[in-house]
């Protein structure tokens, strides 16, 4: 699998880049070998509660998956998204 993320309006930080390596490790078993994942963090308004947007979308399986979540934190947002991709990934097994 192949992990693309960008951050928009901000600089990540380390901690945030070990976060999404280890929530994402395990779809490497998951999806396909050729599978892509991209990850994009946006800060859209600084001085705002809820201003974290999260957007997942994930290419392979022969679907495309796609994600947004807009938090406080980008934890949070990262952990909404992969829930969704997750219930999309289960729902595309069971076709």
Do not use: W
Request: net charge negative; proline share 2%.
């Amino acid at each position: 699998m192949n992990l693309t993320v960008q951050s928009v309006n901000f600089d990540i930080a380390e901690h945030l880049n070990r976060y999404i390596a280890k929530k994402t490790r395990r779809y490497e078993n998951l999806l396909p070998a050729s599978a892509e994942m991209e990850i994009r963090m946006t800060v859209v308004k600084p001085e705002t509660n809820l201003n974290k947007e999260t957007r997942i979308r994930v290419i392979g399986m022969g679907a495309e998956l796609f994600a947004q979540k807009t938090c406080d934190t980008f934890e949070q947002g990262i952990d909404e998204s992969l829930e969704a991709i997750d219930r999309q990934i289960e729902k595309l097994k069971d076709k």
